[in-house]
């Protein structure tokens, strides 16, 4: 059952955790700041400009600076478990006043449907080639207040993300293209987003054996979790095998997956049995819930 491997939908989250998110811009070396920094739920990100970070070069023109601080400002937010949708302040630093109506078609792209406190302040920035600076805080609430949708593994782009994070939580079993094609024809298979930024997926292996057992799996990417994503994949994972006629509802997790094994024992599982499979080192561990009990809400 290693491929059948579940790791935590929903890893206990720290009241007080705090770390930094660092983009590898040579600015946060030189100053000593991080990109963001998480604070519990809250998140908050730095003043961030329209640098390329990776070739550090800052184009000339506003928008796309605009464009840029944005995606910066993204990549930060997804490091820390958020999206746009989790925005609750942004402000808006321009050197020039009248660069502000040039660029707001961009800004409302990114936050016209989350409409976050906003300020706008002209003042100097640090390089005379920066022409926009972007800040923003977020609060990582419940994902189904921030946009989640679930949604059946359907093309060739979909399975790609599905083996991904399948892949990224367990390793160990780690999938080939053609492995996961060959899930895909047997289970269902679903993805997790946040807007547009995938967060995690789900298994449902249809019953078998004279228990008429399904197995249930849910995997969120780990900064993702703590937000009720792996409920929400538990729970419709766990309406489909009911309606399949499932009596019993199986799942495996690495034994070195505290989280995991957490989730699984807060649902009601039990474990059955521990094992390495041949030619491995890790270990598995089998749980089962008996009877299935009615779905839930996340």
Do not use: K
Not at 167 to 181: G, K, S
Not at 267 to 296: I, K
């Amino acid at each position: 059952m290693a491929e059948q491997a579940r790791t935590a939908g929903d890893a206990v989250r720290t009241a007080g955790e705090r770390r930094a998110i660092l983009s590898g811009s040579v600015f946060e070396e030189e100053i000593g700041y991080a990109r963001a920094v998480v604070d519990g739920d809250r998140v908050h990100v730095s003043g961030t400009t329209g640098y390329d970070y990776a070739a550090m070069t800052i184009s000339d023109d506003v928008v796309e600076q605009a464009e840029q601080c944005l995606r910066n400002v993204e990549a930060a937010l997804a490091e820390a478990g958020c999206t746009f949708a989790d925005v609750v302040r942004v402000r808006y630093l321009l050197p020039v006043r009248e660069d502000f109506a040039l660029c707001r078609p961009v800004l409302r792209q990114a936050f016209g449907a989350v409409r976050p406190a906003a300020t706008m302040m002209v003042c100097g920035l640090a390089d005379t080639r920066m022409r926009i600076e972007i800040e923003v805080s977020a609060r990582r609430g419940p994902a189904s207040g921030a946009g989640l949708r679930i949604e059946p593994v359907a093309g060739a782009a979909m399975l790609e993300q599905w083996r991904h994070v399948h892949n990224v939580i367990v390793p160990p079993a780690a999938m080939t293209v053609a492995q996961a094609e060959d899930r895909l024809g047997r289970y269902r298979l679903e993805n997790a987003y946040l807007g547009d930024v995938l967060v995690g997926c789900s298994t449902v292996r249809p019953p078998e054996g004279d228990g008429s057992a399904a197995t249930v799996i849910a995997r969120v990417l780990p900064a993702f979790r703590g937000r009720g994503i792996g409920t929400a994949l538990y729970d419709r994972g766990l309406a489909h095998a009911r309606a399949q006629g499932a009596r019993a509802i199986e799942t495996c997790v690495l034994a070195a997956n505290a989280d995991g094994l957490r989730f699984a024992e807060t649902r009601g599982f039990t474990e059955v049995e521990r094992y390495v499979l041949d030619g491995g080192s890790d270990a598995w561990v089998d749980l089962r819930l008996d009877p299935a009990p009615a779905a839930g809400g996340a």
